[in-house]
């Protein structure tokens, strides 16, 4: 019953259509109440899968646990009282403490950032997309999330977004920050669609680009509230962005969907994603989890019905990090790649490939895949020095798809501890077992049978004997000299292992060799539990990089998290050979 009546209040909101300045209450207040009361229910029927989602994915949980606050303070609001909502979207080439090479993607003063001085001051895991002169940076905003609710921007329909972009249009020179991406207008059916974060871009020309992202839709017949991955379109270069798709979405009662993956080729899109549930495929009652694929052949109007892609995961064993990737044009192949805890956040873990010779169409069994490596982990097992997590270890999959003698490779990368650590009494469950405290290198390996066999791990940090520091987080593309580009953090520069820079590997013999190349003008630290918006141990779990998927410019465009400035920023670099 008590549903019944939150969804009258919100049919109320969206019929009489108020505004933040005209109506009795603010408009998100039933809205923060029905998405508080359903994260609420999803973690007590997910359990601990709760834990073993990414840090964007966790931002729906936090709904739940700020319920109180958040409806205090829009309960506190007065239509009389001006809050101060302009988007200033003027980004200066440079700022503070950054230089020429190393240019602002989200705007460190954008008055949206500072509507609270404890909340919205977080822009994190970032992804690139880059077609000939236009390229976009997509990146979690909790200051367009505190926008949002507060119905002061955006979105007729009062959905919440966490997802912001920025736009270049000289080919990664320099960034003008967009704002956030607003769902509407919804699909039919839908009341709210709120967009959660998790964002991944990709391209198929210099108009047309793509976002997929998180998101909960709020539906007008029971079971009302899904989960799903949602995707927009833009056709203007990225300028702007239509409403939202639903790309797969289930009952959030017992389904939570989480990091989401995409592929561009032409109009055929590719996401994989991780879906936590409570029961079949698994015993009844029994937690699992299970790496899912879905695609559209028509530029994301339409979209086929889930593919399982591993064997479903029950119990305290979970799988995570999922990544796909399209090989060479003609080839009609399809990678995903993920990584199995088959001890939940202890040891065994691994990274698993299935390939799809028919475009997506279909894959072999769940129970059919080749084995890339197995990882140990860094840190504790869940995170590292500095205190954010870093338990999802693969990071990224990348084909090339040049017309170099390297045409088809397949390569991946992950941050692993196998190489040094040292007894740590507090670390639990521990990289190698209990009390062990493993440091991260970036680890890449490569396939020239089109996935089926791997190399042994070839490293892409510098060693650094001396000194016991992390690398943590890769990101992976092939550019369009075949060459094989790996931006990742780096404590190197910091014999403590507290202060983080910004390093982009470079191969050009296929990943046999590395040089590293620092993008950072200055080291920063880990900073988070800033903002209530965000959970505590908040860093992002990924950074991106791409190239001109038009193959008309050289180079690579990295993007990343950035602490300089004192609270979380998104910062790039162009990187040209």
């Known amino acids: 019953m008590k549903l019944n009546v939150r969804c009258l209040a919100i049919f109320a909101v969206c019929l009489c259509g108020a505004s933040l300045s005209n109506a009795q209450l603010p408009p998100g207040q039933s809205h923060i109440e029905m998405l508080a009361t359903q994260a609420n229910q999803t973690a007590a029927a ?40 302009t988007m200033d979207a003027r980004l200066p080439t440079t700022l503070g403490n950054l230089s020429a090479t190393a240019v602002p993607v989200s705007n460190p003063i954008e008055p949206a950032d500072f509507i609270s001085r404890l909340a919205g001051n977080t822009q994190s895991e970032e992804s690139v997309a880059w077609c000939g002169g236009n390229a976009l940076v997509g990146f979690n905003d909790s200051g367009t999330f505190v926008a949002s609710i507060l ?65 909960t839709d709020t539906r007008t017949t029971p079971p009302f509230t899904f989960s799903a991955i949602s995707v927009s379109k833009s056709v203007d270069g990225g300028d702007t962005f239509g409403g939202a798709r639903i790309a797969v979405e289930l009952p959030a009662s017992t389904n939570f969907l989480d990091k989401p993956w995409m592929a561009v080729d032409g109009d055929n899109l590719h996401v994989t994603y991780t879906h936590f549930f409570v029961g079949a495929p698994c015993p009844t009652g029994v937690q699992g989890s299970m790496i899912e694929y879905v695609r559209s052949v028509d530029g994301g109007i339409n979209w086929f019905p889930p593919i399982p892609i591993s064997p479903p995961a029950c119990g305290t064993p979970f799988v995570q990090g999922s990544q796909v990737a399209v090989g060479p044009a003609g080839r009609n192949l399809v990678y995903v790649a ?29 129970g059919t895949f080749a084995t890339v490596s197995a990882v140990t982990a860094v840190g504790d097992g869940r995170q590292v020095q500095g205190l954010f997590r870093t338990f999802i270890d693969l990071q990224g999959l990348a084909v090339d798809r040049s017309s170099q003698p390297t045409s088809g490779n397949v390569y991946i990368t992950w941050h692993d501890g196998r190489g040094k650590s040292q007894a740590d009494p507090f670390a639990s469950p521990g990289c190698k077992g209990a009390s062990t405290y493993c440091f991260g290198d970036v680890l890449l390996s490569r396939s020239t049978t089109g996935g089926s066999t791997w190399s042994p791990p070839l490293q892409v940090n510098d060693n650094d004997p001396l000194s016991l520091t992390d690398h943590l987080f890769p990101g992976l593309v092939v550019d369009n000299a075949g060459g094989v580009r790996v931006v990742f953090y780096d404590r190197r520069r910091d014999s403590r292992n507290f202060l983080i820079d910004t390093f982009v590997g470079t191969s050009v013999d296929a990943g046999a060799s590395w040089t590293n190349t620092r993008v950072t003008p200055n080291s920063f630290p ?12 908040y860093m992002g779990d990924y950074l991106g990089i791409a190239a001109d998927k038009l193959q008309q410019q050289a180079g690579v465009i990295a993007a990343w998290g950035d602490n300089s400035l004192g609270d979380p920023n998104v910062v790039s670099s162009k990187q040209i050979p």
């Open 526 to 537: 880990s900073i988070h539990a800033q903002d209530m918006v965000v959970n505590p141990f």
């Open 338 to 366: 993920w990584e199995n805890f088959p001890a939940g956040f202890g040891t065994g873990r691994s990274i698993r490939l299935k390939t799809s010779m028919t475009g997506g169409a279909s894959f072999p069994p769940p």
């Open 46 to 85: 997910l359990g601990e899968k709760v834990d073993q989602v990414s840090n964007g994915g966790a931002n729906f949980f936090n709904i739940g646990t700020m319920d109180a606050r958040l409806l205090t303070t829009l309960g506190n609001l007065s239509p009389t009282v001006p809050v101060n909502s």
């Open 151 to 215: 119905g002061l921007v955006g979105s007729p329909s009062f959905s919440f977004s966490f997802n912001a972009w920025s736009r270049s249009k000289d080919a990664g020179g320099s960034f003008e920050n967009k704002g956030f991406l607003i769902a509407d207008p919804l699909p039919s059916g839908s009341i709210f669609l709120d967009l959660m974060g998790d964002p991944v871009l990709g391209c198929s020309s210099s108009t047309t680009f793509y976002y997929a992202s998180l998101a």
